[in-house]
């Protein structure tokens, strides 16, 4: 069974930095292109980073270029974001998610960025 | 940035109904696309993809269609657990942008 289960989450203020994580389990994760994407309180999808299986090919959001990191540890089976310079606009849970068609996601995990 | 603009916003509908959503991609995105439904609370759900590939454990009623740069997502004969928020993604260009959602509810 497929699991992604994201963690790192919490309250930050602005400016500040976070790290999520994301454990994959049921799958050779070595073998497939993962994303980042949120969804704000009530609102809808955004998709934040694509990382290719092996970390050949990064892409970003306008939105967080330049302030957020993409990478993978396929030994650990691990993907992470890192986020520096937070704004309140990055509130959102934060789901991990497989490949280009985004087959699986993990349950999400809450960022707020408040002072 | 592709726009995806989906329609409609939300929408009602009785049990056994029949209900199409649309998307429309502001160009081309040949098979690029994917629909997704989301419950109440819970992550979201790969329905669709390659604009008419039903994913794996997905009922037959769900089915996608193209024409042109209109994609749509019809449920036959629907269910009470088919409420829920539907989106669809184009996944032809980055960065891969989402359309704004359809809220189904039904009576």
């Known amino acids: 069974e497929v699991q992604l289960v994201e963690s790192g989450g919490g309250l930050v203020q602005p400016g500040r930095s976070l790290k999520l994580s994301c454990v994959a389990s049921?799958?050779?994760?070595?073998?497939?292109?993962m994303n980042w994407i949120r969804q704000a309180p009530g609102k809808g999808l955004e998709w934040v980073a694509y990382?290719?299986?092996?970390?050949?090919?990064?892409y970003y959001a306008e939105t967080v270029k330049g302030r957020f990191t993409i990478s993978r540890d396929n030994a650990k089976n691990t993907l992470y974001l890192q986020m520096t310079s937070l704004r309140s606009e990055d509130t959102a849970l934060y789901y991990c998610?497989?490949?280009?068609?985004?087959?699986?996601w993990g349950q999400g995990v809450m960022v707020t960025v408040s002072s | 940035d592709i726009q995806m603009t989906q329609s409609p916003a939300s929408l009602s509908a009785s049990p056994e109904e029949i209900v199409t959503i649309t998307c429309q991609a502001s160009q081309d995105i040949g098979n690029w696309l994917a629909w997704y439904q989301q419950k109440p609370g819970k992550s979201p759900q790969l329905l669709i993809y390659s604009a008419t590939s039903l994913a794996d454990g997905i009922p037959s009623r769900f089915s996608g269609s193209r024409s042109g740069t209109q994609y749509s997502l019809k449920i036959s004969r629907l269910q009470v657990e088919d409420t829920g928020i539907y989106y669809c993604l184009q996944r032809y260009s980055n960065p891969p942008t989402f359309g704004g959602g359809t809220k189904l509810e039904l009576k």
């Open positions: 990382i290719s299986s092996g970390s050949s090919y990064i």
């Open positions: 998610a497989r490949r280009n068609w985004v087959d699986y």
């Open positions: 049921g799958f050779t994760f070595s073998n497939y292109g």
